[in-house]
């Protein structure tokens, strides 16, 4: 059974920082793209960032580029999402999702979702 389990969420301060992991179990997705979305109450599922298999490909949503992170560690079949100056519109609920077609990347075309995370930054 696949399982992706994030954790790391949590409250935090508008300004703050917070490291979401993702950890796979079930099956190695060390050949497949991972992925962050999230979403927020009343609102559909956000496109946040994506990672090619390699971790050598990074893609971002402009409303986070230049303050989240995507890494990947394929030895602990995991991957990470670290938030930096973080705001109250980044509240949500986070989750992680795994095996898309390449060229879907941006999309919730996952095989894979795991439960979500929230993410709370109070103003």
């Known amino acids: 059974q696949v399982q992706l389990v994030e954790s790391g969420g949590g409250l935090v301060q508008t300004g703050g920082s917070l490291r979401l992991s993702c950890a796979a179990s079930?099956?190695?997705?060390?050949?497949?793209?991972m992925g962050w979305f999230r979403q927020a109450p009343g609102k559909e599922r956000e496109f946040l960032a994506a990672?090619?298999?390699?971790?050598?490909?990074?893609y971002y949503a402009d409303p986070v580029k230049g303050r989240f992170t995507i890494s990947r560690d394929n030895a602990k079949n995991t991957v990470y999402l670290q938030m930096n100056s973080l705001k109250p519109e980044d509240t949500a609920v986070y989750y992680c999702?795994?095996?898309?077609?390449?060229?879907?990347?941006?999309?919730?075309?996952?095989?894979?979702w795991g439960q979500g995370t929230q993410v709370t930054v109070s103003s």
């Open positions: 990672i090619n298999w390699s971790g050598g490909n990074t």
């Open positions: 999702a795994a095996d898309s077609n390449p060229l879907l990347i941006r999309s919730p075309a996952y095989r894979y």
């Open positions: 079930g099956r190695t997705f060390s050949s497949k793209p």
